[in-house]
C-alpha cells in the first residue's frame, strides 16, 4: 500500500533559525496536505497542494510539491515559540478519495 | 469550517469494558472518518462512517471490535468493545473540509485503559 516517510521526527532550533520537514511518497500523489498539531491540541489543516512543482506560502511558511508529485517540504523562516507542535504531511493518490495518508510527523521544538 | 464536538474528552476506562465516543457537527457532512493516534504517534484511519450504511473500516480494524453508527448527516458514535491497555490512545473524528480530500479534526478523546 501507499506510505509516506517524512523526515526527520524531531527538530530542535534556536528561535530565529529556519526549519525544514520533508515528506516522500512511495507513489504518485494527487494532492498532499500539511497539518499542524499543537502539544495537546488535535491536527489542524494548513494546505493543500495539488499541482505538479507547486509553491504556496503563507507568511513564514512556504510549502512545495516536487515535479513527479511524489515530495513535499514545508520550511519555516525564522522560527518562534508558537510554532511548536508537530508537522504532519498527508498524502491522497485516488482524488475525491479523502483517503490520506499520514507521515508519521516532525516534531519542532523551539528554544527561546 | 465546521466546528466538531466530541464527548467524552477524556476517561479511564478498566479492561473489558466498552466505551462510546461521540462526534457532532454543527452542519451536515458526507464524510466523517474516525482516526486512532496512539501516544506520540501519527494518526491511523479506522473507518469511515457512511450515513444510511455500514462503516467501511481499514486493514486491520474490525466492526465486532470498533462498531459505529451514523444516525444522520451531523452525528457519529465509535465504540471501542472489550477494551485493553493496548487501546489506549487518543480517538478522533474528522469530517470533510471545504477542500476536496482535506479534513477538519474534532478535539479528540483520549482514552486510557487500566
Known amino acids: 500500500g501507499q506510505q509516506v516517510m517524512q523526515i526527520p521526527q524531531y527538530q530542535h532550533v534556536q528561535e530565529g533559525e529556519d526549519f525544514t520537514t520533508y515528506c516522500n511518497s512511495s507513489t504518485t500523489l494527487s494532492n498532499i496536505q500539511w497539518y499542524k498539531q499543537r502539544p495537546g491540541g488535535h491536527p489542524v489543516f494548513l494546505i493543500q497542494?495539488?499541482?505538479?512543482?507547486e509553491v504556496k506560502k503563507q507568511k513564514r511558511l512556504t510549502f512545495q510539491f516536487g515535479e513527479a508529485k511524489k515530495n513535499s517540504s514545508l520550511h519555516i523562516t525564522a522560527t518562534q515559540t508558537t510554532d511548536v507542535g508537530t508537522y504532519f504531511c498527508a498524502g491522497v493518490s485516488g482524488a475525491g478519495s479523502y483517503q490520506l495518508t499520514f507521515g508519521k510527523g516532525t516534531k519542532l521544538s523551539v528554544i527561546p | 469550517s465546521a466546528v466538531i464536538s466530541q464527548k467524552p474528552s477524556r476517561d479511564i476506562c478498566q479492561r473489558g469494558t466498552s466505551l462510546t465516543i461521540q462526534c457532532q457537527v454543527d452542519s451536515q457532512v458526507t464524510m466523517m472518518f474516525w482516526y486512532r493516534q496512539q501516544p506520540g504517534q501519527s494518526l491511523t484511519l479506522i473507518a469511515t462512517?457512511?450515513?444510511?450504511?455500514?462503516?467501511?473500516?481499514e486493514s486491520g480494524f474490525v466492526i465486532d471490535k470498533f462498531p459505529i453508527s451514523r444516525p444522520n448527516l451531523t452525528f457519529s458514535t465509535l465504540t471501542v468493545s472489550n477494551m485493553s491497555p493496548e487501546d489506549s490512545s487518543i480517538y478522533l473524528c474528522?469530517?470533510?473540509?471545504?477542500?476536496?480530500?482535506?479534513?477538519?479534526f474534532g478535539p479528540g478523546t483520549r482514552l486510557t485503559v487500566l
Open positions: 474528522s469530517v470533510e473540509g471545504r477542500e476536496t480530500d482535506t479534513q477538519y
Open positions: 497542494l495539488v499541482k505538479s512543482g
Open positions: 462512517a457512511n450515513q444510511g450504511s455500514e462503516a467501511t473500516y
